[in-house]
């Protein structure tokens, strides 16, 4: 069974351009998450799908992220226009059941100059 | 709001040493507990969970211990081993008060040396 993938793997953009990074979660589950690390500080919640709807966008930061989850598949997260300080790593994660813990994704790295 | 601290590192640890990384947390719920490992190059894993008080989470030699009484959720194992060396987080998912959302510690990296 394929695990929770996340493209690209890393990105590079200059501050104001516009970045789009996608999730596949595990075949299968419901509940899909962004979290994002910057800086080396703790990973922080950005929101939570289940199937399409968004259940919880408390911790996107502003309105320059938009997420979506057309079809309760795939996810996207676009950053637009993006500034130096959304660098980080963005990191998907899917679940079957909403306890029990989550399964990552390797991670996003972007990187905005 | 409900936090995760844990002890910072790095911690540097000779081959088959015993281990504790630190953890606290603070919720105003019942919150699962977790404790999630990154390898090098590698997506975060959980580790082991424990989603009442008193519960035991235990994998590939890792062991921790929900306490209720002092808030803390520390990871032990005895001996390490070189493939051990990651980044280890502690973090609790609270749904009664904070949603389906995972609170994370800042991570502590773990070197083991041969």
């Known amino acids: 069974e394929a695990g929770v993938t996340q493209f690209p793997s890393h990105s590079v953009i200059e501050k104001g351009q516009t970045v789009t990074l996608r999730c596949d979660p595990i075949?299968?589950?419901?509940?899909l998450y962004w979290y994002r690390r910057v800086m080396g500080k703790e990973i922080k919640f950005l929101l939570h799908?289940?199937?399409?709807?968004?259940?919880?966008e408390s911790g996107m930061p502003n309105n320059r992220f938009l997420a979506e989850r057309t079809g309760g598949t795939y996810s996207t997260l676009k950053v637009q226009p993006a500034e130096l300080e959304d660098s980080g790593v963005y990191f998907c994660?899917?679940?079957?059941?909403?306890?029990?813990?989550?399964?990552f994704g390797p991670g996003t790295r972007l990187t905005v100059l | 709001g409900d936090s995760v601290t844990q002890m910072e590192g790095p911690v540097t640890l000779s081959e088959e040493a015993f281990l504790t990384i630190n953890c606290t947390y603070t919720a105003t719920g019942y919150p699962s507990l977790f404790w999630y490992v990154q390898y090098p190059g590698e997506g975060l894993q959980l580790l082991l969970k424990a989603t009442k008080a008193d519960d035991k989470g235990s994998n590939k030699g890792f062991e921790a211990t929900y306490r209720k009484e002092t808030t803390s959720f520390h990871l032990e194992k005895g001996s390490v081993q070189v493939s051990d060396s990651a980044v280890y987080f502690c973090a609790l998912s609270d749904p009664g008060t904070g949603g389906f959302k995972t609170i994370f510690g800042a991570g502590t990296r773990l070197f083991v040396k041969a």
């Open positions: 075949s299968g589950h419901d509940n």
């Open positions: 994660a899917s679940s079957q059941v909403i306890s029990g813990g989550q399964f």
């Open positions: 799908f289940v199937k399409e709807s968004k259940q919880d």
